[in-house]
């Protein structure tokens, strides 16, 4: 079955920087887009970035020159650099087979003020 692993959450002080990594097992990863989300306490999930197979990729605004996202077909994973972090990227960030019900448990992250 399909299995969406994350890591790389942890506490950080703003201005600092994270990566988190998702990997993925039991799909064809290099075929599927692949998304990074989050959900803040009493927030709804919102969409971070998302990249195609084909390696394009979209940003919330919200994150748009502080966020990375990028994808190793070779090793079924997908990253997310965040530089520049805020207090308010403080969430839970979940990694998604896009527009599936695949997601990962997804991985704290927690930015200091």
């Known amino acids: 079955q399909v299995q969406l692993a994350e890591s790389g959450g942890g506490l950080v002080q703003a201005g600092g920087s994270l990566r988190l990594s998702c990997t993925s097992s039991g799909m064809i990863f290099s075929i599927y887009a692949m998304g990074w989300y989050r959900q803040a306490p009493e927030k709804q999930r919102e969409l971070v970035a998302t990249?195609?197979?084909?390696?394009?990729?979209n940003y919330a605004d919200s994150v748009k020159g502080r966020f990375t996202i990028s994808r190793d077909n070779a090793k079924n994973t997908v990253y997310l650099q965040m530089n520049s972090l805020k207090p308010e990227d403080t969430a839970v960030y979940y990694c998604n087979r896009y527009r599936s019900n695949y997601w990962g448990q997804g991985t704290q992250v927690t930015v200091s003020s």
């Open positions: 990249i195609s197979n084909g390696g394009s990729t």
